[in-house]
């Protein structure tokens, strides 16, 4: 049973636009949620966070973004550079925060 | 400041065999967890160690074993070998308490022939 969502595989954006990641989860427990960035070849990179007392938090130009009422999250990158390409993960946690449950992951393509 | 390290990064095995992975923590970090990664999916918890005990497991079955040592770096081993344990198996550490993000290593390539 998948708790956490990543319904687009894909998505392309031109440079300089917003690109906006989305994600859905079951879990109402959830307390704290991630987005992940990872290349090929490497090990998934911790790009940023938000507790579930917040509904935004922002680090230069990433935003993270909780609506607990929907069980959604979104990230947004603005603006898009071409080294943004790579997958995405996001993933959530109960408060113990032992176990990540991670979505399928979106493949962003950041056209020059 | 050395990040999480794994341990070999590429591994070949026939069905039945047995394999060990190895992990270091990233400095200052004394939880270690470990996924399993297949091909398009996101990582799948295996298990969590903390102060050398297994602190909590995902749905794997006892083949899949760990340990964590003194200095916090961790083992994963796994026995009986089946084709589909074929995927990257993936390393990450963090700090104990609430709202720690975990950091991960590169993985474990394990191909099973």
């Known amino acids: 049973d998948q708790q956490v969502k990543q319904n687009s595989p894909s998505l392309s954006v031109q440079e300089g636009r917003i690109s906006i990641l989305n994600c859905d989860y079951t879990?109402?427990?959830?307390?704290?949620f991630l987005w992940y960035k990872k290349y090929p070849a490497e090990g998934p990179t911790f790009l940023i966070s938000?507790?579930?007392?917040?509904d935004k938090n922002e680090d230069g130009r990433f935003t993270v973004f909780l609506n607990k009422s929907a069980k959604h999250l979104s990230l947004h990158i603005v603006p898009s550079q071409p080294g943004d390409s790579a997958v995405y993960f996001c993933?959530?946690?109960?408060?113990?925060?032992?176990?990540?449950?991670f979505g399928t992951g979106t493949s962003l393509t950041v056209i020059p | 400041d050395a990040g999480v390290t794994q341990s070999p990064t590429h591994l070949i095995k026939t069905r039945g065999q047995q394999v060990t992975l190895r992990c270091s923590p990233k400095?200052?970090?004394?939880?270690v967890s470990w996924y399993q990664q297949a091909l398009g999916q996101g990582p799948q918890f295996i298990f969590q160690?903390?102060?050398?005990?297994?602190?909590q497991r995902g749905n794997f079955p006892d083949r899949f074993s760990g340990h964590q040592f003194p200095n916090y770096s961790s083992e994963l081993n796994v026995n009986a070998l089946l084709l589909g344990d074929s995927a990257l198996y993936l390393c990450?550490?963090?700090?104990?308490?609430?709202?720690?993000?975990?950091?991960f290593g590169d993985g474990t390539r394990l191909s099973i022939l």
């Open positions: 993933a959530s946690t109960l408060q113990t925060g032992n176990q990540f449950y």
């Open positions: 879990n109402s427990m959830f307390d704290y």
């Open positions: 938000i507790s579930s007392i917040k």
């Open positions: 400095s200052g970090h004394d939880t």
């Open positions: 160690y903390y102060e050398e005990e297994e602190r």
């Open positions: 990450a550490s963090s700090s104990t308490g609430a709202d720690q993000p975990q950091h």
